[in-house]
């Protein structure tokens, strides 16, 4: 009987260890199942903006391990992971970039960006190939738009520079425009003009424009001006015009004050050219002519060349009557040897009006023009300018 009693207690705790058992078990499991049941936590390192066609690295990471599946375009990558880096390329304009994540219960997560691809600046230098000692230099930077439905990369700086010379860039509806002037007693070679930018997402590649430079041999031009004209050359005399030429320099406007293309301030006979060297007298030093000499009746009227206001208005001792007209850009237009002078300092004139008539006052031989035209008070040719908003000297 105590045997037969003793069974069933003994069948009874058994069952009670099984039971246990299988609660423990499906603690256990329960808690797994809770666990997986929740989404993977997801962490996202992504640029905003990248350039475009350019690599880019991209780093997501998750709470447990999953099956990753990023998309971005046309690119699709799938790998099982607790995370994932990748280098993608750039598509020009907003693109979505969309990561998934599955666990091993099936739970889900996403986290997406939208990343902004900027086309970088692809610019474009327009500039003589020749030019001679003397010539004006006009040289053009234009950025083509980027395509539509994109944008441009934000540009942090812009420089041109000839050789170690940064030149100043004046901003144009189309781009940039550089104006400079090739002295006289440049030294013949090749010159570099390299243009220099850096956008938002660091510098590009310079671009380099040769521009090769002549001299220009000319006979010298003997003039034998009598010694009562060259009198009126004294160091004094020099003094006092550079200086009144300094003054109406330091005024400039960065802005050019013209529209259209420069016209001869006065009709005449052309006695001499640009640039000829030429000697006062015999045994003299050589000297460059600065400008064209355009001979005229006294009385001729001598208009201004194009928009501008007047820096310099008055008779001194070389130059005789001597009107400055400021173009701004730092261009000036210079008129010599007037016999009356109507204009006055700080007057506005417009291309064409009146400024003055012909004369033979200061070191003249005779009645004419001398007319010069001068960037950042480097002598240019002025015939250059003729007819031109700006000149385009382009020899082969």
Do not use: C
Request: charged fraction near 20%; hydrophobic fraction near 45%.
């Amino acid at each position: 009987m105590s045997a037969g009693r003793v069974a069933p207690a003994a069948g009874r705790l058994a069952w009670g260890a099984g039971l246990v058992a299988v609660v423990a078990l499906l603690g256990v499991g329960v808690g797994w199942a809770v666990r997986d049941a929740t989404p993977p936590e997801l962490w996202l390192e992504a640029p905003a903006r990248v350039a475009a066609g350019e690599p880019f690295e991209v780093h997501v990471s998750a709470s447990k391990p999953v099956t990753f599946v990023l998309r971005y375009g046309d690119e699709r990558i799938e790998r099982v992971a607790e995370e994932l880096r990748a280098t993608l390329v750039a598509r020009a304009g907003r693109e979505v970039l969309q990561i998934d994540a599955i666990d091993g219960a099936g739970a889900a997560a996403l986290v997406a960006r939208e990343v902004e691809g900027r086309v970088r600046p692809a610019p474009r230098l327009e500039a003589p190939t020749v030019l001679e000692a003397g010539d004006p230099l006009v040289a053009w930077v234009r950025l083509p738009p980027p395509p539509p439905g994109t944008s441009l990369a934000q540009l942090r700086s812009l420089t041109l520079t000839l050789g170690d010379r940064p030149l100043p860039l004046l901003a144009r509806p189309d781009g940039w425009v550089v104006l400079h002037g090739v002295a006289l007693d440049a030294a013949p070679g090749t010159w570099a003009l390299t243009l220099r930018l850096e956008d938002e997402f660091g510098p590009l590649v310079p671009l380099v424009w040769p521009i090769e430079v002549r001299s220009n041999p000319r006979p010298v031009d003997e003039l034998n001006v009598p010694a009562s004209t060259l009198a009126l050359v004294t160091p004094a005399a020099r003094d006092e015009e550079a200086a009144v030429l300094a003054a109406a320099l330091a005024h400039g406007t960065p802005e050019p004050r013209w529209a259209e293309p420069f016209v001869l301030p006065v009709e005449g006979r052309d006695t001499s050219g640009f640039g000829d060297p030429r000697r006062y007298a015999p045994g003299g030093n050589v000297a460059y002519h600065l400008g064209a000499d355009i001979a005229a009746p006294t009385g001729t009227p001598i208009v201004a060349t194009n928009d501008g206001i007047v820096r310099v208005a008055g008779f001194y001792p070389i130059k005789g009557g001597w009107v400055v007209l400021d173009h701004g850009q730092r261009l000036t237009s210079h008129h010599f040897h007037l016999s009356r002078i109507d204009v006055a300092v700080g007057d506005v004139v417009v291309r064409g009006d009146a400024i003055g008539q012909v004369g033979s006052t200061g070191l003249s031989t005779g009645p004419h023009l001398h007319w010069e035209m001068r960037v950042d008070g480097v002598p240019t040719d002025p015939m250059a300018w003729v007819g031109q908003r700006y000149p385009w000297v382009v020899r082969e």
